[in-house]
Each structure stands twice: as structure tokens, then as C-alpha cells.
């Protein structure tokens, strides 16, 4: 036995509504479905309902939370990028202020396919989340603590003490929105396992109940089968 959700849904309202009638109730009370389980069987699927409207409103809060992070990971990016340019445009050979920075080339040794001989290769920085709000908190916080005549210089290239706290302020931004959408995540999944759980609940009480009526109308009144089955929503036989 297998439907759809919207089959599904319709044969469960039709069942435990048309269930509660008196010519259903000679049947059905007899093979446990009282008006009492009827209704267990309405609140199984309510919450089966619920379930998938909230998951809807959890993608929608989801599909939000991301673009935000996109957003704010490219406002922080974009001046982060253009800090450590200018400061290596500046500096670049100063090991001391490019260490305080985080802005220090690491390299790695590698084989070289063609000589066999090792060399030394530039490391990219990671990209992930974390490593990229670590580095550009490092960057933005470390550069208050410069050499007054380093800060001096890069103020007169456009990065005073407000535009730079200004930037590690993007950072943080891009920090929150990142924790948001991870939040916004784990609740769309938590919501997506309880739907999955309701609707299994909700299945296995209709599957059973359909199975049971079926052959109880069959032994109880044969004559009226057919009327039986169509009140409660059976296809006829």
C-alpha cells in the first residue's frame, strides 16, 4: 500500500471522519477503531500537516540565512582584500609587520614532476569559514597594535582606526550571519526528521487501519460492502 502525501492526506480525513458515523461505527468499533482511536488517528495526521508547513518556513529561514552569510562574507572579503594589499604594498618586505598581520607567505616543499628535485611552493590560505573569519579577525584586530609610525603610514593610505574597526566589524558580521545559517540549518534538518517521523506515524496508523476495515466490512456485512468501502474512502473492489 503506497500513496502519495496528498493521497494519503485525503484518505486519512475521509477515514476518520466518515469513521465516527453510525453505520461505519458497527464495523469499525468491533476491530478497535472507536471514536476515541479515530481520533488519534486525526491528531497523527494534524501533526503530520504541521510538520510540513513548518518545514516550508524552516527552508524559507534557511534560503535567508545563507544569502545573508553570502553577503556579509563578501562585504568582509572585499575589505580585507584590500587591506593586506595595501599593506604589503607598504610593507611587503617587512617580515615583522607582515607576521603581526597574519599576512606572511608559508610555503611547502614539493617535488619538482619534471627534475625530481624538491622546491618551495606558496601555500594558499584555506577558505573555509572558520579559517577565513580567524585570519581576517587576526588581520583587523593585530593592526591596532602596530608601530605608531606603521599605523601613521597607513592611515595616509586610507586605513585610519575607524575604517579598519569598521572592517573587523564585517568580520563579526560575517561571523554572526555564518553561526545563523548554521543554526537555521540544523533547525530545517531537526524539522525535516520530524515530519519524515509523523508521516511514518501517520502511515503505519492508516495502513493498518485500512487493512483491518477492509476485511472486517468483508465479515460483517457483505450486502453493504460497497457502500462501506466508498464512506470510507476505499476504491471498490
Known sequence: MAFSQSQLQRKMEIFTRNGLTVEAQAVLAGIGYTPAELTNGSTLLQTWITARTEIKAQSAAQ??????????????ELE???????????????????????????????????????????????????????????????????????QDALTAAGWDAARIAAALALVQAYAAADNAQQQAIQAHQAQSAAAQAAHAAAYQWYSQAARLSKLAIKRADPANAAQLRELLGFPPQ
Open 63 to 76: 534560503k535567508l540565512a545563507t544569502n545573508t552569510e553570502a553577503l556579509a562574507q563578501k562585504a568582509a
Open 80 to 150: 580585507a582584500v584590500n587591506f593586506a594589499g595595501t599593506v604589503r604594498t607598504l610593507y611587503g618586505d617587512d617580515e615583522v609587520v607582515l607576521t603581526a598581520l597574519g599576512l606572511q607567505t608559508q610555503y611547502e616543499t614539493i617535488i619538482d614532476p619534471e627534475t625530481g628535485e624538491p622546491v618551495q611552493q606558496a601555500v594558499r590560505p584555506p577558505r573555509d569559514t572558520a579559517s577565513q573569519i580567524a585570519r581576517w579577525s587576526l588581520l583587523f584586530t593585530n593592526a591596532g597594535g602596530l608601530e605608531q609610525s606603521v
